[in-house]
């Protein structure tokens, strides 16, 4: 939820990253170097129900991603991420895109 109060003061927007899995492999925090800009198009209020029976409170929220972004550098880990950012250029997107599809495959393969 903090975010999320941090993303209504900075015009409804947010990155959305990734952990970096070497970093949780070393048990430390990281991300990785892309993310993507989002946009907060709705909220609204809604209710939870337990296996017990038991309701709480929640936020249901639609969010729009508009834009991939590069993290430069990160300045906060609590009690959120703040990262300086960057542009990501086509180049870029399309190594990153392929990395990532071939890291997947071999997984579905192993």
């Known amino acids: 939820l903090s975010a999320l109060r941090s993303a209504f003061s900075h015009g409804n927007s947010f990155v959305h990253v990734a952990l970096d899995p070497e970093a949780v492999a070393k048990r430390q925090i990281g991300v990785v170097a892309i993310g993507t800009e ?3 198009l709705s ?3 809604s209710s939870k129900q337990n296996v017990r029976g038991e309701a709480s409170s ?3 929220v639609d969010v729009l991603g508009v834009r991939q972004v590069r993290v430069e550098q990160c300045t906060q880990f609590e ?3 703040r990262a300086r ?3 990501v250029g086509e180049l870029e997107l ?3 895109d392929d ?3 071939e890291r997947h495959l071999s ?3 192993a």
Request: aromatic share 0%.
């Open 85 to 87: 950012l960057g542009s």
């Open 43 to 45: 909220v609204s209020p």
């Open 94 to 96: 399309a190594s990153a």
């Open 107 to 109: 997984e579905v393969d």
């Open 38 to 40: 989002c946009q907060i």
């Open 58 to 60: 929640s936020l249901v």
């Open 99 to 101: 990395g990532s599809l």
């Open 79 to 81: 009690p959120h991420v």
